[in-house]
């Protein structure tokens, strides 16, 4: 049976929603006042809003004291933590940015909810962390060991204070409104609907591809299901695509069909091949993911195509 998307009636109440601005934070906070939550959307910088339920904080959370003062003002019932530094470099120069944009920030954020008895954290996680079954795991980037030691000050701060924590182990996302359009699909898909040639690297890598608002459905329903200890909860599809099948599928949508130029860039070192564990998430949530790749594909197809021909979007 498919689970129909709702939201359920104890979770509405005030949630701070961190990386507001961001490509999942902006669906998700749309979702929350949706379902009659009051959102506090939290970014570094302002951001404008006209909705009578939202509240924007514009706070550096890698600054402990500026944290403590933003709990004391919002005084949240949940937290959902999107806000982080995302990229796959694997150069010496981003262990700084993404220590300091994914753990600094992530522990002074439980540090204050536990202070001021927040009811659940739930912080995003991500595919490229290493299993904790693995006997001797090694992150593959700055930024997949920033996230892996997150997720265990998480664990620390359930074991130790108390604190009701989760992970949401959020797999490749994609969809329509994705404004970092040097990421693969909001590239390829503008690049085709100008008639253009994306080069990619191979397009081997077999990736796990779940729509946005199927994972924003996963983390409400994490508000108040599933672990407590900080354990994971996949959100994802659980079937593999490889990234060049999905970039020529986007690009036989455009008017003037483009072949991507695979190859053209070399692959970086160490990528992860992981999927989903689906079973163990509806079992956990009563959560699947809803939207297929093809319909989704379509629709994230269509919403670039539609943005680069009104002007607001461009391949860069």
Known sequence: MIVEPRVRPDVPGR??????????????????????????????HDHASRHPSY??????????????????AVRPRYVIHLASCVTGRRELEWIRPTLAGNLVSTVNLLVAAAQHGVDKCVLA????????????????????????????????????????????RIFMVYGPGHLDVRKLVPYVCLAAAAGETPELMSGARPVDWIYVQDVVEGLIRMLDAGPEDGGYVDLGTGQLTTTGEVAQRLCAMAETPVTPALGAVADRQMEQVRRADVAATRQALDWIPRTGLDEGLRLTYEWYRDERQAGRLSPE
Not at 28 to 33: A, F, S, T
Not at 126 to 151: F, G, I, M
Request: hydrophobic share 45%.
């Open 125 to 168: 996680g991500s595919l490229e962390e290493p299993p904790t079954d693995e006997p001797n795991p090694v992150p593959a980037s700055p930024y997949a060991a920033s996230k892996w030691a997150a997720s265990g000050y998480a664990r620390m701060f359930h074991a130790l204070y108390g604190l009701r924590t989760a992970v949401a």
């Open 55 to 72: 509240r924007h904080w514009a706070v550096d959370l890698a600054a402990a004291e500026a944290v403590d003062e933003l709990f004391e």
């Open 15 to 44: 949630v701070l929603v961190t990386g507001a601005s961001g490509f999942i934070g902006r669906a998700l906070c749309e979702r929350l006042l949706d379902a009659g939550a009051e959102v506090h959307g939290v970014t570094r």
